[in-house]
């Protein structure tokens, strides 16, 4: 019974004619009672909370304990909420961010920085009424970069004042700063060539200052490409990769760069989901998700969307990109009262010759289907295969994955036929509304043939 691979990571490459892998909608784990050692499981559903924000697209949403009594604030179709109640306009039209302390909320999308103290939504008298492209919160401080410069300012602590000489210069290269994070005391400035860590000083003149020696060089891609997960970060660089940590740690392929530079649009965040973290990479046309703890990316995507319906993740809630709702992950199988494709693939090259398939075993979990009655109570795996690396498909091939209880339904398609160069590639979806675990793709497995 030969295993052949299954993909674990989604590759998509334009130069050099390679074959694609999807994974779509699923996560890797490893499983040590399987022979693999891993296996993919279906994501967590999307549900609707019904705490909508207006028209949407949700930009960005905030929540903190100890911040206007933790509730959720969100910028969505260029006003600020407090859950479901406008409190204002928010001007500008370049990437949201929101941050706040005991005092309130302050707000900034690349033009005037205002601030909200539980009251009222006003404008903060910033230097020279220049735009504010981020702002953040560390060490009791809101800190504001002003846009196409490298200076950034700071408020006193708790406080929403700006001071005209309450700045610094990130000055270890002329760049401009586009983003920055404060993680661990420590404030992250990401510039368009540089990314410079200013530990907090607890000096009330000079609150932060520069690490010396401790210089990333490679700055960001454009402001919201930049996200704290863990104890460490994560960016989009300048030249298009996604790196962890330092710029040696660069967990992005080939394949994903290339359309990273494609995409007119890039942003990264990370988010929470069965108690691991995730980032989410999301360009123009498609989002891609990344687990830290196995190292893999996999393709999200909501049905009918080209993309994940998710643009942002604060307090275990998130904003939909689509509209103006909140949204969390619920049990189940139906994302966002729709069907959840979940789809991945196996295959091996083929060098010379040609070989005949007789058959394929998808291993997965069978009889785990929830419905007694309906449309779902025989739910189904679909499979295609393709010859020429994934350029062409043949038809989806429907398979039982069993009623309730039926442990032992075999998940086989027979009667494969030649496979030759250049590879032998199969995929499998399944969009029933049930539980789908993927621990082994087996090819000629004795005891099946034509049936």
């Known amino acids: 019974m030969p295993n052949i691979e299954f ?45 909508n924000m207006g028209s949407g697209p949700v930009a960005a949403i905030f929540r903190k304990d100890g911040v206007q009594s933790g509730d959720l604030f969100g910028v969505s179709n260029g006003n600020l909420y407090r859950v479901t109640a406008s409190l204002g306009a928010v001007p500008g039209f370049g990437p949201v961010s929101i941050a706040g302390n005991e005092g309130g909320v302050m707000v900034a999308a690349g033009d005037a920085l205002r601030y909200y103290n539980g009251t009222t939504l006003e404008d903060v008298a910033f230097p020279d009424s220049a735009p504010v492209t981020k702002v953040l919160a560390g060490a009791g401080r809101f800190i504001a970069l002003r846009a196409d410069t490298g200076k950034f300012y700071w408020t006193p602590v708790l406080a929403s004042t700006v001071d005209p000489l309450d700045f610094a210069t990130a000055e270890n290269q002329p760049d401009n700063l586009k983003d920055a994070l404060f ?9 368009t060539e540089t990314v410079e860590p200013w530990p907090n000083t607890s000096d009330a003149d000079l609150p932060f200052q520069p690490l010396e020696g401790r210089v990333i060089e490679k700055g960001i891609r454009a402001t919201g490409c930049a996200a704290a997960i863990g104890s460490t970060f994560a960016w989009v660089t300048n030249e298009n990769q996604v790196c962890l940590s330092d710029e040696n740690n660069i ?46 990316w996999s393709e999200w995507k909501t049905y009918g969307q080209e993309r994940w319906a998710v643009g942002c993740f604060s307090g275990g809630v998130m904003g939909s990109n689509i509209d103006g709702r909140t949204l969390t992950f619920g049990a189940g199988h139906v994302d966002l009262g729709r069907q959840m494709e979940r789809l991945w693939s196996a295959g091996m090259p083929m060098d010379g010759g040609a070989a005949r398939i007789s058959n394929v075993v998808a291993r997965v ?64 979806r399944v969009t029933d509304p049930v539980d789908i675990r993927v621990s082994g793709v087996l090819i000629n497995e004795p005891g099946g043939g034509r049936q």
Do not use: H
Not at 270 to 286: I, K, P, R, S, W
Not at 366 to 372: D, R
Not at 391 to 414: I, M
């Open 7 to 51: 993909a674990t990571s989604s590759y998509e490459r334009g130069r050099g004619d390679l074959p694609p892998l999807s994974v779509t909608n699923m996560v890797l784990e490893q499983a040590p009672t399987e022979k693999t050692g891993k296996a993919l499981q279906s994501r967590m559903a999307v549900i609707d909370r019904g705490e």
């Open 183 to 191: 993680i661990d005391d420590v404030l992250w400035l990401f510039g």
């Open 251 to 296: 967990i992005s392929n080939n394949g994903l760069q290339e359309r990273i530079e494609a995409s007119a649009s890039v942003s990264l965040f990370a988010f929470v989901m069965g108690g691991n973290e995730f980032l989410c990479l999301q360009l123009d046309t498609e989002t891609q998700v990344y687990q830290p703890r196995t190292g893999q």
């Open 365 to 428: 979990n069978i009889g785990q289907t929830p419905f007694l009655t309906g449309d779902y109570v025989d739910p189904v795996i679909e499979m295609r295969t393709s010859r020429d690396g994934g350029k062409t498909w043949g038809e989806w091939r429907r398979k039982s994955l069993g009623r309730q209880g039926d442990w032992r339904q075999e998940v086989r398609w027979r009667g494969i036929g030649l496979a030759g160069r250049p590879s032998f590639l199969a995929q499998f």
